[in-house]
Structures are given as C-alpha cells and as structure tokens.
C-alpha cells in the first residue's frame, strides 16, 4: 500500500524566513496530493494541494511543488508569521477519499 | 454553511466496552472518511461511505465497525476496546468521492480506554 515519509518532524525558523518541508511516496499511482494544517487543539484544515497533472501551485504566501518522477513533493511557506507555527502533514491519495497522511512537521515561527 | 460536527466531544470508557460516535457533514456532502489520530502513529486511514456504502477500508481490525445513513450522517463503532484504541477520531466529509474533493474535518472525538 501507499506509505508517505515527511521531513522534517520539527522545524524552527525566524519571522520573515522561509520554511521548507518535503514529502516522497511510495505508489505511482496516487494521483492527488493535499497539505493539512493543524493548528493545536483545532482540527485539520486544506491550504493547498496538486494534482497529478501539474508541477506547481501556489496561494500567496504558500506553494506546492511536486516530482512524478521522483515521487516527491514539497511545501514552500515564504514569509513566514507566528501565526504559521502549527504542524503540517502532507497526504497522498490514489482514488476516493482514502488519505495517507505523513507523520507531520511541527512548525514554530519565532518573532 | 455549517461544518462539519461530531457528537461526542469527549469519551471516557473502560477496556471490553463498545462505543459509538457520530459525524454530520456539511449539508449535501455524500462523502464521509474516519481517521485514527494518535501521537505515535499520526493520522490513518480507517474507512469511507458514500451513499451509505462501505468504498474503502484501511487496516483496522474487524471491531472498528462504521455505517452511513440516508441523510448522509455516519457512525463509528469500536467493540472491544482495547487501551491502544484511546486516539482521537476526525472524520471529514467531501462533496463527491473522488481523490480531487477537499475533505473537510470535523472536531474530532477524543476516545480514552481505561
């Protein structure tokens, strides 16, 4: 079955820098790929995802890139506020609604 | 549009007991997915209705159990429980059963085995 691995677990970065957490899985034929963030206590919600069919995304501040190929994708958060600090799991999917969800990245944007 | 809700918030229960939880999703969403959420194994898969059919299954033992009704409305069931099975239950509903419909999460039931 589909396994996906995310990296980092933690990731800590300063007000205004840039955050980076990358995805790779494991069954070609997962077609979709959404990103969740789950802010503590609060349950998950979409800010991006991308479809097979395409290399990159982006809404504002954040963008999604992905590598059929090399079954990888990523999330770009440029910019980053105290306000992005939640953690982020990444999800593939190959047909309906079954999500494969990542381990998560704890996310901490210091002021 | 009223999200996603699920009943109860919080449940406490004792190892051998069953228990059932409750989702509603979003007016006219058909779609509805149940996840396992813990901190050592993250979110999974357990199953999805649509239509009040069973369209896919994770790999949960047969004591986790789940139904969807005309309205749309599902429930879970886990009998037996077992100490390991304290997690927090999301579901999320989607307006049709393809991979490409966002899956909107409701609050999630917090399960503790005793």
């Known amino acids: 079955g589909e396994n996906v691995e995310q990296h980092p677990s933690t990731l800590s970065v300063q007000e205004g820098d840039s955050a980076v957490i990358k995805c790779t899985y494991s069954d070609s034929a997962s077609n979709y790929f959404p990103w969740y963030k789950q802010e503590l206590g609060k349950r998950p919600q979409l800010i991006i995802d991308?479809?097979?069919?395409?290399g990159e995304k982006k809404d504002q501040r954040i963008a999604v890139t992905l590598n059929k190929t090399a079954k990888h994708f990523s999330l770009h958060i440029t910019e980053t506020q105290p306000e992005d600090s939640a953690v982020y799991f990444c999800a593939a999917s190959g047909g309906f609604q079954k999500l494969v969800f990542g381990t998560g990245t704890r996310l901490l944007v210091s002021p | 549009k009223a999200g996603v809700t699920q009943t109860p918030r919080y449940l406490i229960k004792t190892r051998g007991q069953q228990v059932t939880l409750s989702c509603s999703p979003i007016?006219?969403?058909?779609?509805v997915s149940w996840y396992q959420q813990t901190p050592g194994q993250g979110l999974q898969f357990l199953f999805e209705y649509f239509s009040e059919t069973q369209r896919n299954k994770g790999n949960f033992p047969g004591r986790f159990s789940g139904r969807q009704f005309s309205n749309s409305r599902s429930e879970m069931n886990v009998s037996t429980l077992e100490l390991g099975d304290s997690a927090l239950y999301l579901c999320?509903?989607?307006?049709?059963?393809?991979?490409?419909?966002?899956?909107?999460f409701g609050p999630g039931t917090r399960l503790t085995v005793l």
């Open positions: 007016s006219g969403h058909r779609s």
């Open positions: 991308i479809r097979s069919n395409v």
């Open positions: 999320a509903s989607s307006f049709e059963s393809s991979a490409y419909n966002e899956q909107f």
